[in-house]
């Protein structure tokens, strides 16, 4: 069985995923953008590091057919 939260439970679990996001939010935004750069440098390089899978290949394919359906049905 479930056990069920109070709403003062309920109240504070929120309150601190509010300041959770608060402090990140802070975080982010003193972040200076020579940090944001290399942030970004590495996560690109990590992902070249994981080649797409043939389940990811295929669903991209599948978005680009329904592109192209509706770029040829707006004929543009």
Known sequence: MKRQITKAQARAWRA???AVN???RRELRN???AEK???L???MA???QFPPTK???EEEEAVRE???RLRKAARV
């Open 16 to 18: 601190r995923w509010k």
């Open 22 to 24: 608060d402090a990140e």
């Open 31 to 33: 972040t200076p953008v």
């Open 37 to 39: 750069a290399r942030q």
């Open 41 to 43: 440098a590495a996560l």
């Open 46 to 48: 990590l992902a070249n």
């Open 55 to 57: 389940i990811e290949m």
């Open 66 to 68: 329904r592109w192209n």
